[in-house]
């Protein structure tokens, strides 16, 4: 069964063709990183611009890179993105309703609800938050892996129970799946996510957009051991997370060590934190980001832990774009007894195959959705 993915709920454009839920057959990804970067963070309204000019474009491309140009009548106009044909190799076609940026979701759940009026297709509205995990059951040729890992290709698909820690730049949750489609939330966070510390406190040091890369990349020359941030303590049985209090920490310090570069009888606390970045030298940016880092990897392995020992899961999942971090990746793999599973990077961040790979699930499942009823959900819960 061949599902057509669609994926619109941040800043990438996305669409991908997958088989039984685990072949890739296409995976297409336009980034919006260089329209945001100037501003140091996502627009709304620049994203869903840009959603809008490439999203037939990259469906179009996904279903070429699918079934090949060679398999459509000769009579299609190239230039058309409504003519193509795909009517007799896809079987339904699943995107993102929520959560995510409201105007980003119209443009794809929109896409979507006409494409399957149009081609006479099932549809099934996907939660992007739970898809994330299915980047775990996606097959990937080893010898196209951008980067080396535990994947599904070597270890095999994950097994139930599973226990997902899922960290983007939107959510960090954990979940212990009992099957596909069967959950349970068991955590979550209270305010910030992982990945928007990482983007803020990036911002805070002047490293770049999007701030997960930049800071691991920036820890990699720093010393973890130079400054103590706070762990938020909710409690030893608690799984819930809060990121908060580290960044408003990160801030303090930098204000702290920025002083002597400041104005003279300047109060840390005035220290603007859009000036920080010019006052602090590299190496100092250098250790905050891998002192940063190791606090929020330790908070979010602790938990883990604690949920590894209370559910006794088969298998450990971790997923969304924080996934990609190879200090998270390295302190699970030393404190947990059992092997975990994690996509490559590039299946790690936000694409169309997950969403396809889930869609495949809720086709069995028999949960199409009426195309005239599919509505985008900026706060669509798990
Ligand atoms: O899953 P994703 O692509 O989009 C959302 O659904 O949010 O995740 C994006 C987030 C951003 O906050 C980005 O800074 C973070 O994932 N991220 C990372 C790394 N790569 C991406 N965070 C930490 N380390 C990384 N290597
Ligand atoms: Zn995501």
């Not at 775990?136 to 890992?149: A, I, K, Q, R, Y």
């Not at 959705?369 to 599919?374: G, Q, Y």
Request: charged residues 20%; aromatic residues 6%.
């Amino acid at each position: 069964m061949n599902i057509l993915g669609i994926e619109t709920s941040c800043d990438e454009t996305a669409a991908a063709v997958v088989q039984d839920g685990q072949i890739i057959l296409s995976n297409v990804v336009a980034s919006q990183i260089d329209l945001h970067a100037q501003y140091g963070g996502v627009v709304p309204e620049v994203a869903a611009r840009s959603h809008i000019e490439v999203m037939l474009p990259v469906v179009q491309q996904a279903l070429e890179e699918a079934f090949g140009a060679d398999r459509r009548p000769q009579t299609v106009d190239r230039q058309s993105d409504a003519n193509t044909d795909y009517r007799d190799q896809i079987d339904g076609i699943a995107v993102t309703a929520g959560p995510g940026l409201l105007g980003s979701l119209l443009i794809g759940t929109l896409t979507a609800r006409t494409l399957a009026e149009i081609k006479n297709k099932p549809l099934y509205g996907i939660n992007h938050v739970e898809a994330h995990v299915y980047a775990n059951f996606l097959t990937v040729n080893p010898s196209e892996l951008p980067d080396s890992g535990l994947l599904s290709t070597v270890y095999g698909l994950p097994t139930f129970p599973l226990l997902a820690l899922i960290v983007s730049g939107g959510h960090s949750q954990i979940v212990l799946f009992n099957d596909h489609l069967d959950y349970e939330v068991l955590g979550q966070t209270r305010d910030d996510a992982a990945g928007e510390a990482f983007d803020k406190i990036a911002k805070l040091l002047g490293l770049g957009f999007p701030g997960g890369p930049a800071i691991a990349e920036a820890a990699k020359r720093g010393d973890d051991q130079a400054y103590a941030f706070p762990k938020a303590k909710l409690g030893k049985e608690n799984l819930d997370y809060s990121f908060s209090g580290v960044k408003t920490a990160v801030l303090r310090q930098a204000q702290k060590l920025a002083l002597p570069m400041a104005e003279k009888g300047s109060d840390p606390i005035c220290i603007k934190s859009s000036d920080i970045s010019k006052l602090l030298d590299d190496q100092v940016k250098r250790d905050i980001a891998a002192s940063f880092q190791k606090t929020v990897v330790d908070t979010l392995v602790d938990r883990v832990m604690v949920a590894y020992e209370r559910y006794q899961p088969k298998n450990v999942v971790i997923a969304g774009g924080v996934a990609a971090n190879q200090a998270l990746r390295a302190e699970l793999k030393r404190r947990l007894p059992i092997e975990i599973t994690y996509a490559p990077m590039h299946l790690c961040t936000d694409n169309a195959a997950m969403i396809a790979s889930l869609g495949y699930w809720h086709a069995k499942a028999d949960r199409a959705i009426d195309p005239k009823l599919l509505q985008a959900d900026s706060s669509l819960a798990m």
